[in-house]
């Protein structure tokens, strides 16, 4: 029986059909050069049938075009991607040029924050335009995720005649005191933006009763044309006031500090984009109108040093905060920073009570803050954050029982009157905001400030485009957004039973925790009691960790901290 199965199974392989062996044939040329060697073949074939038509003139120009960019592709040794994909590789680099638009306007959702949503910029569109901006049928947010925020209402809402919040800014040390409003427009400088947006802003800031911040790239003829109010800012290149860049001159700082059009001086510690970290725009951009406006040599490179030159500790800042105060009239002088180390904050609180001398005011700047250009790195992991770096700075000042005198501004993301109240609940009494008042000049956020190909003529220097921009349209629309945010802030205010946004505390807005359980921001976070840090009671960890060793006359670190430092040296 086996036997015979056996021979049965040998019959079956010997009259079995033989197996075919798969051959490969490669081609002699890959497929990625097939549309140059297409490319090549038609522009060959239009050249030969070219006085048969127009159909065969512009198959010869195509082809011939694009057998051009192959042969520039082959040819060139830079990029590997062209050589190996020569025509195709281009459809790569296209795809990616639009990628943001197509996430902007395809892909990403109406809430989506990259970096501010489709909401976000529509409601600035809406207000800026004075068209309808109110919503149908109910929220769409997702009101039991984490993180969701409201503010918290009255049964007995107020009513408030107008919506002009101010504050007044200038402590003792001050002669001339600002009354500011609430909302203003936060640090850009001319060279970052166009000289027809430094029109329009300047210009709806005088129509709408509030502030410009002229950046560290100073104050300009176009900051000065329509004379709108200036908060004159000193960065550590000090242009404007410099004998060059980085050398402060108190003569060239009192020409313009004077002016009654200059109502405030700010010294900029750091920007939250970018904290710690300096610039330089070569020598070929330094054009005439900017080495005049700046005060350096034109065609020399424009060094904006990382750090300050006119004092190296707490004591001394405060000693330039004064010498310029003094400089200016009796002008509010204070100072703009992103928190870092937090013993170097300490260090400039304890000075203010060893020299006695006090700013009028404190700007914290948010690490979520905007920037022409910023490395990757700094962008998003340098800075502390808004509301954090917003509640270390007021709870200091209360703790030393000095908030009263000094007025801290904050800035950062900073677009609906939502986000006013929440800020101003933290402990703020004013904010800025910079990017939202770019939207009403009808910036897209195609988020290309860095390469002067700005398409709206907003973030450029290209006279081409920026002389697009039409400064009174664009004027009243800064206006309108302004005033319309502070007519939704008055609305809120009321609603909550107050008569003023300084009423607001940490008590009015609720955050959700978790799916069962929401906190107010006064239970959510720690708040110093006045004069806490003087009886050396402070219950918050970092005070407790880093108050006692903050030095005011230096901004070294604590010894522990250096400690750690060396253990990991070798």
Sequence with gaps: MRRRQRHGRRLRYAFAPPTRRKVEVKSPLPMRYWPFVLAVIAGIVGALYWNEGWGWRWLALVGGVLAAIGLWDLAQTRKTLRRNFPILAHMRYLF????????????????????????????????????????????????????????????????????????????????????????????????????????????????????????????????????????????????????????????????????????????????????????????????????????????????????????????????????????????????????????????????????????????????????????????????????????????????????????????????????????????????????GFMFALGCIQSQSCHTDHCPTGVATQDRTRWRGLDVPDKAERVKNFHGNTLRALKELVAASGLHHPGELGPEHIIRRVSGNEVRSLATLYTFVRPGELLEQTAAHAVFQRFWPDARADSFAPPPGVAEMRWSKLV
């Design 96 to 435: 990616e040029s639009i990628r943001p638009m197509m996430r902007q306007y395809v892909v990403e959702a109406d809430d989506d924050e990259v970096p501010f949503s489709h909401d976000q910029r529509a409601i600035v569109y809406q207000r800026a335009k004075l068209a309808l901006e109110t919503r149908p049928f109910g929220t769409e947010r997702n009101v039991y995720a984490n993180n969701y925020e409201w503010i918290n209402h009255s049964m007995m809402p107020t009513h408030i005649d107008s919506h002009d919040f101010r504050v007044p800014v200038g402590g003792p040390q001050c002669t001339q005191p600002y009354s500011a409003s609430v909302f203003n427009i936060s640090a850009m400088s001319f060279g970052s933006l166009s000289p027809n947006a430094i029109r329009a802003l300047n210009e709806g800031a005088r129509r709408g009763g509030f502030y410009h911040d002229t950046g560290e790239g100073s104050l300009s003829p176009y900051h000065r044309e329509n004379g709108g109010d200036i908060v004159w800012e000193l960065g550590s290149g000090y242009f404007g006031a410099c004998e060059r860049a980085g050398v402060f001159s108190e003569a060239r700082f009192v020409e313009r500090a004077v002016l009654p059009q200059v109502k405030m001086i700010e010294v900029k510690l750091s920007q939250g984009a970018k904290p710690g970290h300096g610039g330089m725009l070569p020598g070929a951009k330094v054009t005439r109108e900017i080495a005049e406006t700046r005060g350096v040599p034109q065609g020399e490179d424009c060094i904006s040093p990382a750090r300050h030159s006119a004092f190296d500790s707490p004591e001394g800042l405060l000693r330039f905060v004064a010498r310029l105060r003094d400089l200016s009239g009796g002008k509010p002088t204070g100072f703009k920073l992103a928190i870092g180390h937090p013993w170097e904050w300490f260090g400039i609180a304890k000075a203010m009570l060893s020299t006695g001398i006090r700013p009028d005011f404190i700007v914290v700047d948010g690490g979520e803050g905007g920037t022409g250009a910023a490395p990757m790195e700094f962008a998003d992991h340098v800075g502390a954050p808004l509301r954090e770096a917003l509640m270390l700075v007021h709870n200091t000042l209360v703790g030393l029982g000095l908030r009263e005198q000094i007025r801290i501004g904050a800035a950062g993301k900073i677009i609906t009157g939502f986000d006013l109240a929440r800020t101003l609940a933290l402990g703020a009494d004013w904010c800025n905001a910079a990017r």
